[in-house]
């Protein structure tokens, strides 16, 4: 889903170069090492030039950051260990540490076996919030291969049929290399929106889309303020549920780390798993071969007729792709309310607040 920022007095624009400055000696003020910090302002930049604020995926993360570190959820620098280590799989335990960095090391690992192997998946267990799904991905495109990253996540979603919650947003980044331009990039929750985009549009005074959330009781609403201690609905109905399932069994249960009503739920261990998946083209096509049937591919769906002529067919992440050029040349829209609650924590660690 594109989202626009409507009411742009909630937002101030920032450039580039101000926060990726900003966020790198904020983290290292938290005790991240100059390569996690590196890692996770990389991840927290793509995510500001591609998304809508209101979904808490950028500079947002820092107050998580900073309360966790506190707790001794997040260890900065942690001990993260490789628990096993095959040709075409491995299982990272992140040991507490940053879920970007954790995630990171995981796709790199993946990335280098699928190279020999052809495939490999490589999970995490004992980690914290990876980030945006498809930053991990777009690893592998990077590298000519397809990434595929999930997690499970906090429980805000109900099984189809019920309204108490039981699985997680449990996103998805899959990313799919191109010659010679961006890569097809799908990052999607498991869910029709999530609480910080309801909150956004509480915020503005906005009905919300009656798809996204039911009330506590189990009804469809438009208020996002009735519907924030409710549940979540899944994309595709029943679909999306099963989706969620799959990915906690895969990330959660098979790593050994928490899932389900578990996870996300100890500010001192949430314990939340991933996966990360390389697949090399090239273990079945010759890399030509694969290049060319996927434009072939391309120029099928970009030849699709649009409904609207003023709103032309799109790949995922097209959109995203679009909108961090446009932000790299005008700024990156931050909320004031973020960059007002930001002063006082650089202040706290010592910090210069250049925002």
């Given amino acids: 889903m594109a ?12 450039p580039l170069g101000t926060l990726r400055a900003f966020s790198e000696n904020l983290l290292t003020a938290l005790g991240a090492t100059t390569q996690e910090a590196t890692i996770i302002t990389d991840g927290l930049m793509t995510a500001s030039l591609w998304w809508h604020p209101g979904q808490g995926q950028g500079l947002e993360k820092f107050f998580r950051y900073h309360r966790r570190i506190q707790s001794g959820g997040i260890i900065p620098n942690a001990p993260m260990q490789w628990i096993t280590d095959g040709p075409s799989f491995a299982l990272l335990d992140a040991a507490k540490g940053f879920g970007y960095v954790a ?13 020999t192997t052809g495939i490999a998946m490589v999970g995490v267990r004992h980690s914290n919030h990876f980030g945006i799904a498809g930053y991990h991905a777009l690893q592998a495109a990077q590298n000519g291969l ?16 019920s309204a108490q919650v039981v699985l997680g947003t449990n996103p998805w980044g899959i990313a799919i290399p191109r010659q010679d331009t961006h890569a097809i990039v799908l990052d999607m929750a498991l869910t029709m929106s999530g609480k910080g985009m309801m909150r956004w549009y509480q ?20 208020d996002p303020a009735a519907a924030m201690d409710g549940p979540l609905l899944p994309i595709g109905e029943y679909k999306g549920y099963g989706l969620s399932l799959i990915t906690d069994v895969l990330s959660g249960v098979m790593t050994g780390a928490l899932f389900g009503l578990s996870v996300f739920q100890d500010e001192q261990n949430f314990d939340v798993g991933h996966m990360l998946v390389a697949i090399n083209p090239n273990a079945l096509l010759p890399s030509a071969d694969f290049d060319q049937r996927l434009e072939a591919l391309v120029a099928d769906i970009k030849s699709a007729p649009p409904i609207d002529p003023n709103r032309p067919v799109l790949l995922p992440g097209e959109v995203e792709f679009t909108r961090m050029a446009q ?5 990156i829209p931050v909320a004031r309310e973020t960059v007002e609650q930001l002063r006082p924590l650089a202040a706290s660690v010592g910090v210069e607040f250049t925002l």
Avoid: C, S
């Fill in 327 to 331: 932000r790299q040349q005008a700024g």
């Fill in 103 to 115: 995630a990171h090391r995981a796709m790199q690992r993946a990335i280098e076996k699928a190279k």
């Fill in 203 to 222: 915020q503005e005074g906005k009905a919300m889309p009656d798809t996204w959330a039911l009330t506590p009781d189990g009804q469809r609403t438009t």
């Fill in 3 to 14: 989202y626009r920022i409507d009411n742009q007095d909630l937002v101030t624009l920032y």
């Fill in 146 to 161: 397809i990434g595929w990253a999930f997690t499970n996540a906090k429980a805000e979603m109900a099984p189809w049929g």
